[in-house]
């Protein structure tokens, strides 16, 4: 079985523009999670979809949203980029999402902002 | 609110030593979930194991294993005869059952295996 993909690997945008990541979770998976890993804040939680709808939200600012495709498939979108949103973006997915499910996690996304 | 803290920012040992990460948490809730993930340098976190808040036993897989104990919070992962591929980052983490079930990690133990 294939596991959780994400695209692109590396990206380097400048300070202003947005960004669009996407994560292909594992088949048959329905919760999609999104995480932000930098150096100083380690691992934070972003947002969870399951069944297309935003199931859970960490404490981010609106500029970072996301979406789930009826396929399971999620992008998560970032718009006027600062320096601070460079990080490792991390996807993860679960069967059905919540609490005792073991997520799955892709390679990540490093996005770095100059 | 809920928190994992790993004491233990970075280890080092030689090979074939046993070492031990600490993991510390904080919850409210009485049914919650305990997890271990491994960060090797490619950057993949891959899951090595889950424990309930109701089940103390202590697990062992391989050369792994793992101590709950609920008396103390702390849910500790031993490694047995450590090898050089052991190398990575490992964080706790923990989710709770109720209305916020969102997963939180520590900030992770950074292990160096010596060869």
């Known amino acids: 079985k294939a596991g959780v993909t994400q695209t692109p690997r590396y990206l380097i945008k400048t300070r202003g523009q947005q960004v669009t990541l996407s994560c292909s979770p594992i088949?048959?998976?329905?919760?999609v999670s999104w995480y932000q890993q930098t150096p100083g804040q380690g691992l934070q939680f972003l947002f969870e979809?399951?069944?297309?709808?935003?199931?859970n939200k960490g404490n981010f600012p609106g500029r970072f949203s996301g979406r789930q495709f009826s396929n399971s498939r999620s992008e998560m979108n970032v718009s006027t980029l600062e320096l601070g949103d460079s990080a490792l973006y991390l996807c993860?997915?679960?069967?059905?999402?919540?609490?005792?499910?073991?997520?799955?996690f892709g390679p990540g996304t490093r996005l770095t902002v100059t | 609110a809920q928190k994992v803290t790993q004491a233990q920012t970075e280890i080092s040992v030689v090979e074939k030593e046993d070492v031990t990460l600490d993991c510390v948490y904080e919850t409210r809730d009485t049914t919650y979930y305990l997890f271990w993930y491994k960060q090797p340098p490619s950057g993949e976190l891959v899951f090595l194991i889950r424990?309930?808040?109701?089940?103390?036993q202590n697990e062992i897989s391989g050369r792994y294993s793992w101590n709950f104990q609920k008396s103390t919070s702390s849910f500790n992962f031993t490694i047995t005869a450590s090898q050089v591929v052991d190398s990575a980052v490992y964080f706790c983490?923990?989710?709770?059952?109720?209305?916020?079930?969102?997963?939180?990690f520590g900030k992770g133990t950074r292990l160096h295996i010596l060869p």
């Open positions: 424990r309930n808040s109701f089940d103390e």
């Open positions: 088949s048959g998976h329905r919760s």
């Open positions: 993860a997915s679960s069967l059905l999402g919540g609490p005792g499910y073991e997520q799955y």
């Open positions: 979809y399951f069944s297309e709808t935003q199931r």
């Open positions: 983490a923990l989710s709770e059952a109720g209305r916020d079930d969102k997963i939180i």
